[in-house]
């Protein structure tokens, strides 16, 4: 049995520049590539048509052609990552296993059973920083607490950045130094209870001219203003170094879009609660929300009334995508027009987006709630009229999902504008007023 080492693939699908890859790929011992198709997370996926399992595999697929061509290839497996690793370590002589950090609240128990289960076994885990710039405690107010208001944290990021954090890894100097063996076969997605896609994803190539008009044109839903790398940026098929990189020259507006995931996932680190169906914001959380599962079920199913919702709604359900413009306003009218709890809309994104992340996805509802850090204000409600004069004037996009417009079956409002906006401001100051108070008796 030949002495190996391990890397692992997770949210880093791509074998250039990858820091976890360059240190195994140096350590000494040719590296084994293992992906596992985690059945903690696949088993509770309902949907066999899930856009992002067949995604995972197309990137597998084309990582494995690359390795073929190296005489090496991929592990993949499909279990529990537990049982993955003990079968792994009755295969092959193993002394470490290297991987990129993931900072999701699963994701760290998980890690630290792997951690110890290698121990027991005489192995030992290493991880690295790749699917951000800066982590953790790398950008930290003076005071050493962590920023929970966007601005000043972008400005501190920015004044840290230098070559060093976005300076590649050359990987591609050390592939020789991927173990050799005879070709494991992939699995199919049928294999693993997922059906094929004919969904086309998005391209990894950024373009240059897009980025430089990415301010004027990024919130018009009917533009192709922009990158849709997002799927790429939360499954690791492209270099976040990379991008940034390409960006500082290009547009500050679409590097602060980068630095916001920067953000959030610091967020969800140092306040993991967000991420376990907690508000950022404790107060938020004596909100009376409704219980409309009738109300709810329109909204997922773009029948609200308002067009510009609905034509959100159904774009996300046949695509997979939704326009950021519009997942605000489809989340402030969840949130604020039908008060309904925003966890809600959180875990039928995290069903339905193609380039689902929990740091950023709860950011995002959070904000849209006045829930979260550096949150919308509570009395800020977004008027989906106003939001369709400004952003959609001529309808274009919502003429797109929403053909039926000025037909008779289209549906009326589900609730009015002006009664909404009060309803929400009594609810929600109530429920803030209620907490103030106790505060003060404290």
């Known amino acids: 049995m030949r002495s190996v080492n391990i890397f692992w693939f997770r949210r880093d699908l791509r074998l250039a520049d990858n820091a976890g890859l360059y240190h195994a790929l140096r350590s000494g011992l040719p590296v084994l590539p293992v992906f596992i198709f985690d059945k903690n997370i696949l088993d509770k996926l309902e949907n066999q048509n899930d856009r992002r399992v067949a995604f995972i595999h197309a990137a597998l697929e084309e990582m494995q052609l690359a390795l073929l061509k190296m005489g090496s290839t991929l592990h993949v497996l499909h279990s529990t990552p537990q049982d993955a690793f003990r079968q792994l370590l009755s295969e092959y002589r193993v002394e470490k296993v290297f991987t990129n950090h993931d900072y999701e609240p699963y994701a760290v128990e998980r890690d630290n059973s792997i951690s110890k289960l290698l121990n027991g076994q005489g192995a030992s885990l290493h991880t690295y920083k790749d699917q951000v710039i800066f982590e953790k405690e790398e950008v930290l107010k003076d005071d050493g607490k ?12 920015k004044a840290s950045l230098d070559e060093f954090y976005f300076t590649f890894y050359p990987t591609e100097k050390y592939f020789n130094n991927f173990f050799k063996q005879e070709p494991i076969p992939l ?107 009738g109300e709810f079920e329109r909204w997922c199913d773009g029948q609200t009334g ?16 939704m326009h950021n413009r519009v997942r605000m306003i489809v989340a402030s009218f969840l949130t604020k027009h039908l008060l309904l709890d925003w966890r809600l809309g959180e875990a039928y994104f995290a069903e339905k987006l193609l ?30 009229y106003l939001q369709t004069q400004k952003f959609d004037p001529q309808l274009e996009y919502i003429n797109k999902w929403v053909p039926e417009l000025n037909e008779f079956n289209y549906p009326k409002p589900i609730v009015l504008h002006e009664f909404a906006r009060k309803r929400c401001l009594e609810v929600y100051s109530k429920a803030l007023k209620k907490d103030l108070a106790a505060g003060l008796r404290d």
Request: glycine fraction near 6%; charged fraction near 20%; include cysteine.
């Open 146 to 157: 962590p920023y929970t208001v966007f601005t000043p944290y972008s400005k501190k990021w």
């Open 187 to 293: 699995p199919q997605l049928a294999s693993i209870g997922f059906k094929t896609t004919t969904a086309v994803f998005p391209s990894k190539d950024l373009d240059d001219q897009l980025v430089k008009k990415y301010k004027e044109q990024r919130d018009f839903p009917a533009l192709s203003g922009t990158s849709k790398l997002s799927v790429h940026l939360r499954f690791g098929t492209v270099s976040i170094r990379q991008l940034v990189q390409r960006s500082m020259n290009l547009s500050e507006t679409f590097l602060n879009e980068l630095i916001w995931r920067d953000f959030y996932h610091m967020i969800l680190w140092h306040f993991p609660q967000v991420g376990k169906g907690k508000a950022f914001k404790p107060a938020y959380d004596t909100i009376e929300w409704r219980n409309d599962n």
């Open 306 to 321: 308002y067009p510009i919702v609905d034509a959100g709604m159904r774009e996300l359900n046949e695509t997979g995508f």
């Open 355 to 384: 380039d689902f992340d929990l740091a950023a996805n709860n950011g995002g509802w959070q904000w849209a709630a006045g829930s979260g850090c550096d949150a919308a204000p509570y009395f800020r409600i977004f008027n989906p």
